[in-house]
């Protein structure tokens, strides 16, 4: 986390970013996700810029800020479950999400999708054991709208998803759902009672 925060104080986070990286002998995936209200929609984005690869999806319009930014460090692994040999760092701009990942126990409160990163996560971690994998994985929080990159290549990526139709079914979560009934019936109220 010191290191993270560091990069606020940098005339170029760049170098430092590129720096550390090469010090991990690991290739950085970048991962963000984006809201937009009119009209509605919400994306994730992956990017790493060593593999050219990048990859972004809409979710539907009632998903959570939170749970785009989870889905993309979901798609990141993806790309190191791919690539069996190679090291990767997994940034990320959310320390919200990067938090969720450390609670083990079960609470309704935790969105579905930090269960399917941690499901995925071990997977990596059981291919190191069995010999199928050799590379790490590591996750670390990166200030957003800091100059780094790849990170804004990644939220172009994740706002330009955001406005496209979602990529597929996406479960909702219970509080993201009550949070729009809420703001529906919020201006259903107001509209009758300008009428």
């Known amino acids: ?14 170098t430092a970013v590129l720096d550390f990286l090469k010090s991990q002998n690991a290739l ?23 593999l050219d690869f990048q990859r972004s999806c809409s979710l539907g319009p009632l998903s959570s800020i ?10 990141a692994l993806d790309l ?13 701009d959310s320390l919200s999400a990067l938090q969720s990942l450390l609670f083990v126990k079960f609470d309704a409160s935790i969105i579905p999708t930090v269960f399917d990163i941690k499901r995925k996560f071990t997977l990596t971690q059981r291919e190191i054991g069995t010999g199928g994998r050799t ?17 804004k290549k990644a939220n172009l990526f994740a706002g330009t998803a955001s406005g496209s139709a979602p990529s597929g079914p996406f479960d909702y979560h ?11 019936a919020f201006e259903d109220t107001n509209c009758s009672l300008r009428n």
């Open 80 to 92: 190191v479950l791919d690539n069996p040999l190679q090291n990767f760092i997994v940034f990320s």
């Open 66 to 75: 939170l749970t785009a930014k989870c889905y993309a460090i979901y798609l």
């Open 28 to 50: 950085g995936i970048f991962t963000d996700g984006s809201k937009k209200t009119a009209p509605a929609g919400i994306g994730a984005a992956v990017v790493c810029p060593d």
């Open 174 to 184: 219970f509080r993201n759902l009550r949070a729009h009934v809420r703001r529906q």
């Open 1 to 14: 986390m010191d290191w993270s925060r560091s990069l606020r104080q940098l005339e170029d986070p760049n």
């Open 135 to 151: 590379g790490l994985v590591h996750f670390y929080w990166i200030p957003s709208h800091y100059g780094i990159k790849s990170n």
